[in-house]
């Protein structure tokens, strides 16, 4: 059974597949059409954590596959009221497909190993393959292909930097990590995300405006992620050359357009002009997660496992 635990668990044409699904689906999508390729199909959302994107795109991407979703929340006692060998099967039993959205990676692989379904991963400290996969489909509408695309990531290299840096090297696509060293990945991490490069492989540097000259993509993140509260003044002032403000912008490449996997701190790690400006396609970067997802799911269910 194929889960999707992180982006290490799909090969370059894999990923490839999900994009061209998503694509094809979100130009129905436009079209007005809503192709009922999941019908009867139930996709459950089981989330510790706090969500608006994530959960509001499972929901309605199986929606408009014919489907429908449950979401489970701390009321079904996961990890408190039955051990996982019981939890878990029973549940996912139910199901067709699980997204789980948890505090801790291991939780998730725990999971997996007792499923009867396929797990996706919503996120989780250590990955956040769901948003990678609609940030390069971003970056592919916005330079129209991914050929030519150099990405920067500014800011510390957490889990969603962990996921891009995947997808980048899977699909050969140049990716700049620029933060101060204690906040970028250590040579382990960074070793183990370039094993998987056929091309390009992810690099690093302190220094911001060297980081972003040449790059048509410059991305970023809030500073201080969920759970990370108590370090948030030490991150604001550590961080504080690392803002993607007006100057920073202009030292990258003509035309580069700004990412933000959101919710932002406007302010913190960017300014309001650049983000609400119009080099921003966090709107449609938003957007793309109900795309990329529905690529993921339908690829998933009816290539991956079919029943």
Same mark, same amino acid.
């Given at each position: ?8 668990? !799909?090969?370059? *044409? ?42 509001? $795109?499972?929901? @309605? ?10 979401? !489970? ?18 549940? @996912? $039993? ?43 489909? @971003? ?30 090297? /899977? ?20 070793? !183990?995300?370039?094993?998987? #490069? ?25 500073? @201080?992620?969920?759970?990370?509260? #108590? ?8 961080? &504080? ?24 701190? /406007?302010?913190? *790690? ?8 119009? &080099? $921003?396609?966090?709107?449609?970067? #938003? ?21």
């Amino acid at each position: 059974m194929r889960h999707v635990l992180s982006l290490f668990d !799909l090969s370059a *044409e894999e990923i490839r597949r999900v994009l061209k699904i998503g694509t094809d689906l979100k130009q129905h999508f436009v079209e007005g059409l809503r192709p009922t390729s999941l019908e009867q199909r139930v996709l459950g959302l089981l989330f510790e954590k706090p969500s608006m994107r994530t959960r509001v $795109s499972f929901e @309605t991407l199986i929606r408009h596959a014919g489907g429908s979703s449950l979401f !489970l929340g701390s009321d079904v006692g996961w990890g408190t009221r039955e051990p996982i060998q019981d939890f878990v099967p029973i549940m @996912t $039993s139910y199901l067709d497909c699980l997204v789980i959205r948890a505090k801790r990676h291991e939780d998730v692989v725990a999971a997996a190993q007792y499923s009867r379904c396929p797990i996706i991963n919503g996120l989780t400290d250590y990955s956040h393959p769901c948003q990678a996969l609609a940030d390069i489909l @971003t970056v592919q509408e916005l330079l129209g292909s991914l050929d030519n695309a150099k990405i920067t990531y500014i800011g510390d290299a957490n889990n969603v930097a962990f996921s891009l840096a995947l997808v980048c090297n /899977r699909l050969e696509v140049p990716l700049t990590i620029t933060a101060p060293s204690e906040y970028q990945f250590d040579s382990d991490t960074l070793s !183990l995300l370039n094993s998987v #490069a056929t091309g390009p492989k992810t690099e690093q540097t302190v220094d911001p405006l060297s980081g972003v000259e040449g790059s048509n993509i410059i991305y970023t993140d809030v500073w @201080t992620s969920m759970g990370q509260e #108590a370090e948030a003044k030490r991150r604001i002032q550590d961080l &504080a050359e690392y803002q993607v403000n007006a100057e920073l912008l202009a030292r990258a490449g003509v035309g580069a357009r700004f990412l933000h996997c959101l919710p932002a701190r /406007r302010g913190e *790690e960017v300014t309001a002009d650049v983000i609400d400006g119009p &080099a $921003s396609a966090v709107i449609q970067q #938003a957007e793309n997660r109900l795309h990329a997802q529905k690529g993921l799911v339908v690829w998933l269910l009816n290539e991956a496992n079919q029943k």
